[in-house]
């Protein structure tokens, strides 16, 4: 798939949205429905004159033709329609870049000294947190008693031994147990604001703080908790 990118909106999208499967699977069809026609004409040219074809049978022959030509048709009508879809989407997607979502993922950037996280625990807990750079080095930790419900966790770039992490993507790990020592459930979310949006996997991803997250994954829009 052909696929182009738009600076102006940070929106990637398909030029061309047939694949190559559906490609042959049309060259396939339309093969085979000029071998049906070449296989009919011949059996007509070639039937005995004083035993012709029966007609119930060149009636379903004809039929199975102006099936098989209306299969291609269709093919090529859903095409267009899948084309012309994508196109629209692409265009929707355009009025989340600029807005603050929160999605589910642990990847976001820090920039200009600020990065944010939001994690939910399903009870009262002592949790570890983590951030590590983009090696999977850890570059701070903290632990901190939470309660129940929807954390935030904000870091502003500064190492545990007392350095500054300069900007790019970090990666938030939590670890979280209760007061028996049984591990809390940990669901962890990114926030950040929208700057741009990918299809050229086919699938729409929204490109926050560095990472890309299915569309499907945000669960809050213009807000950060």
Same mark, same amino acid.
């Given at each position: 798939?052909?696929?182009?990118?738009?600076? !102006?909106?940070?929106?990637?999208?398909?030029?061309? !949205?047939?694949?190559?499967?559906?490609?042959?699977?049309?060259?396939?069809?339309?093969?085979?429905?000029?071998?049906?026609?070449?296989?009919?004409?011949?059996?007509?040219?070639?039937?005995?004159?004083?035993?012709?074809?029966?007609?119930?049978?060149?009636?379903?022959?004809?039929?199975?033709?102006?099936?098989?030509?209306?299969?291609?048709?269709?093919?090529?009508?859903?095409?267009?329609?899948?084309?012309?879809?994508?196109?629209?989407?692409?265009?929707?997607?355009?009025?989340?870049?600029?807005?603050?979502?929160?999605?589910?993922?642990?990847?976001?950037?820090?920039?200009?000294?600020?990065?944010?996280?939001?994690?939910?625990?399903?009870?009262?807990?002592?949790?570890?947190?983590?951030?590590?750079?983009?090696?999977?080095?850890?570059?701070?930790?903290?632990?901190?008693?939470?309660?129940?419900?929807?954390?935030?966790?904000?870091?502003?770039?500064?190492?545990?031994?007392?350095?500054?992490?300069?900007?790019?993507?970090?990666?938030?790990?939590?670890?979280?147990?209760?007061?028996?020592?049984?591990?809390?459930?940990?669901?962890?979310?990114?926030?950040?604001?929208?700057?741009?949006?990918?299809?050229?996997?086919?699938?729409?991803?929204?490109?926050?703080?560095?990472?890309?997250?299915?569309?499907?994954?945000?669960?809050?829009?213009?807000?950060?908790?």
């Amino acid at each position: 798939m052909t696929t182009t990118s738009s600076s !102006t909106y940070g929106v990637t999208v398909p030029t061309d !949205t047939t694949t190559s499967t559906s490609t042959k699977d049309m060259s396939a069809l339309s093969g085979n429905y000029t071998m049906f026609l070449q296989l009919l004409t011949t059996q007509l040219q070639n039937q005995d004159p004083t035993s012709p074809m029966d007609s119930n049978q060149f009636t379903q022959q004809l039929v199975q033709y102006s099936q098989v030509e209306q299969q291609i048709k269709q093919n090529a009508t859903l095409t267009t329609i899948a084309s012309s879809l994508s196109v629209a989407n692409a265009t929707q997607m355009l009025n989340y870049i600029g807005q603050t979502v929160t999605a589910d993922g642990t990847k976001t950037t820090l920039q200009n000294g600020s990065a944010e996280w939001s994690f939910t625990l399903d009870k009262a807990s002592d949790a570890t947190i983590n951030v590590l750079d983009s090696s999977g080095n850890v570059v701070y930790t903290q632990s901190t008693a939470y309660g129940s419900g929807i954390q935030t966790f904000n870091w502003n770039g500064s190492e545990t031994g007392g350095s500054t992490a300069p900007d790019g993507t970090y990666t938030l790990q939590v670890a979280a147990k209760d007061s028996t020592g049984k591990a809390a459930k940990v669901t962890q979310s990114i926030n950040g604001k929208v700057t741009g949006v990918d299809f050229s996997s086919g699938q729409p991803y929204l490109e926050v703080g560095g990472s890309k997250v299915s569309l499907w994954s945000v669960s809050a829009i213009g807000s950060t908790t």
